[in-house]
């Protein structure tokens, strides 16, 4: 309260730098969000573990994500997702596919004390990322331009991201 007290700022000056100082690590944050996602030919469950762990970072040191939110239940469902992926074997994270066997799913839920239904809604932020990704790919080998922020991003693949078969086939699979 000091701080504001004794600020030579107008209280809502203050506010204005720091909102432009979220905006500028913002802007950072989405910068590094899209050299990770075009550094990467294909985007496998590695990719996706080193995503969450530093996401799980980030959000301990503070900084707020757009990507995951930054909720208590946010960090929470980064934290289990983190948990399933390290009960997995370095060949499932390779090859996601072989989490379809049914052997696989139970193995990891004794592992983890977590539902099936959690496991499937890890998955399925998976594959959502994993979508993500190949529509940023494609605008890169395109060469079209990279929308300059996370929203514009969002809204563009909603719109213009054509589902492969399998894609839309993983999507409705993991929503039942």
């Given at each position: 309260?000091?701080?504001?007290?004794?600020?030579?700022?107008p209280?809502?000056?203050?506010?204005?730098?720091m909102?432009?100082?979220?905006?500028?690590?913002?802007?950072?944050?989405?910068?590094?969000?899209?050299?990770?996602?075009?550094?990467?030919?294909?985007?496998t469950?590695?990719?996706?573990?080193?995503?969450?762990?530093d996401?799980?970072?980030?959000?301990?040191?503070?900084?707020?994500?757009?990507?995951?939110?930054?909720?208590?239940?946010?960090?929470?469902?980064?934290?289990?997702?983190?948990?399933?992926?390290?009960?997995?074997?370095?060949?499932?994270?390779?090859?996601?596919?072989?989490?379809?066997?049914?052997?696989?799913?139970?193995e990891?839920?004794?592992?983890?004390?977590?539902?099936?239904?959690?496991?499937?809604?890890?998955?399925?932020?998976?594959?959502?990322?994993?979508?993500?990704?190949k529509?940023?790919?494609?605008?890169?080998?395109?060469?079209?331009?990279?929308?300059?922020?996370y929203?514009?991003?969002?809204?563009?693949?909603?719109?213009?991201?054509?589902?492969s078969y399998?894609?839309?086939?993983?999507?409705d699979e993991?929503?039942?």
């Amino acid at each position: 309260m000091n701080f504001i007290k004794n600020a030579k700022l107008p209280i809502k000056r203050s506010f204005g730098l720091m909102d432009r100082y979220q905006k500028k690590q913002g802007d950072k944050e989405y910068k590094l969000f899209l050299d990770f996602m075009t550094s990467k030919e294909q985007f496998t469950l590695v990719e996706y573990k080193q995503f969450i762990s530093d996401s799980l970072d980030k959000m301990s040191r503070g900084i707020i994500s757009k990507f995951v939110g930054s909720d208590e239940q946010g960090k929470a469902e980064l934290a289990e997702s983190k948990t399933i992926l390290n009960a997995c074997f370095p060949e499932e994270l390779e090859n996601p596919k072989e989490l379809n066997d049914k052997n696989i799913l139970n193995e990891i839920e004794s592992i983890t004390n977590l539902s099936q239904d959690k496991i499937q809604k890890m998955l399925k932020g998976y594959n959502g990322f994993r979508s993500l990704h190949k529509y940023v790919q494609q605008l890169k080998n395109s060469g079209k331009d990279l929308p300059l922020t996370y929203e514009l991003l969002s809204q563009k693949f909603r719109s213009e991201y054509k589902y492969s078969y399998d894609e839309k086939m993983n999507l409705d699979e993991n929503r039942n």
